[in-house]
């Protein structure tokens, strides 16, 4: 069965150093995972929900957005083609065939459909990488630098990977190795002003983006934010939005994002 892929991600192109990616945002699905899918996955729970709506503000603020549109279950866009383990432990892959809970998100007896994995790497992957590449040297072009912020959100609590409950903000440089170290510090600045709790390379210190993009000796400098839907959502298992939470942190989010845009990295 040929897939006809709809347009993988969408793109602002905006007028500043900074670059923020949304991988894991996207709520599409192909025909042929959908078929596939038990109906607690078809919920698309592992999601990381709202994040466009809780970045309203960025296109205002001139900056630079690619947002997927397919489902993390369809291709884990944060993930390496070769689908090499990012974290020892548990963890869920380019293809992922587990929910955060650990249960299967397959009908039985599904079989892995090799040929739809690699059109979705042709069609979905490697374009979305690409655009960031291609955005990335854009913005360097103009500044001499640019920085990529890759924006995730996951609930503050998931037994499969961490123990008790997350931090809020939890920024990842891959141990700072993706990024100025200046960068960092601006951004802990901006969170340390608040109430919120913030690890730093802590259990998420970056996944394939950031790290793959970020290289600060040439001048692209990544981060990327793990936000705990303890932040902006309802804790009650319907995945929505709390506009009572939204609005306390979505000006400290936009804070953290000034304070990068405002870093200065150019040499
Ligand atoms: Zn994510």
């Given amino acids: 069965m040929t897939t006809i892929f709809s347009t993988p991600y969408d ?3 905006g007028d500043s150093p900074l670059l923020v990616s949304m991988p894991h945002s996207g709520l599409h ?4 995972v959908a078929r596939t899918l038990v109906p607690e996955a078809l919920a698309l729970p592992d999601t990381d929900w709202h994040i466009p709506q809780l970045y309203n503000f960025l296109e205002a603020m001139g900056v630079s957005v690619v947002k997927a549109n397919y489902s993390r279950y369809v291709i884990d866009l944060n993930r390496p083609e070769d689908n090499k383990p990012l974290y020892a432990g548990k963890t869920t892959g380019l293809f992922p065939h587990i929910l955060f809970n650990e249960k299967s998100m397959f009908k039985p007896g599904t079989l892995e459909d090799k040929a739809h994995q690699q059109s979705c790497i042709t069609h979905i992957w490697q374009p979305y990488h690409q655009q960031l590449t291609a955005e990335l040297a854009r913005i360097k072009q103009k500044f001499g630098y640019a920085i990529l912020f890759d924006a995730h959100s996951i609930p503050a609590q998931v037994p499969m990977f961490f123990d008790g409950t997350l931090p809020d903000f939890n920024m990842g440089t891959n141990n700072g190795t993706a990024c100025s170290p200046k960068l960092l510090k601006a951004a802990e600045q901006a969170i340390a002003a608040t109430a919120y709790t913030q690890v730093s390379n802590g259990r998420f210190k970056g996944g394939y983006i950031t790290r793959s993009h970020g290289k600060p000796g040439d001048n692209i400098h990544a981060f990327q934010l793990e936000l705990s839907q303890a932040t902006y959502m309802h804790n ?4 929505n ?3 009572n939470k939204c609005a306390q942190v979505r000006p400290q989010l936009k804070a953290l994002i000034e304070a990068l ?3 200065n990295l150019a040499h």
């Fill in 11 to 13: 793109v602002i192109q």
């Fill in 29 to 32: 699905l192909t025909p042929q």
């Fill in 236 to 239: 009650d298992g319907s995945f």
């Fill in 241 to 243: 939005l709390d506009d």
């Fill in 261 to 263: 845009v405002s870093c």
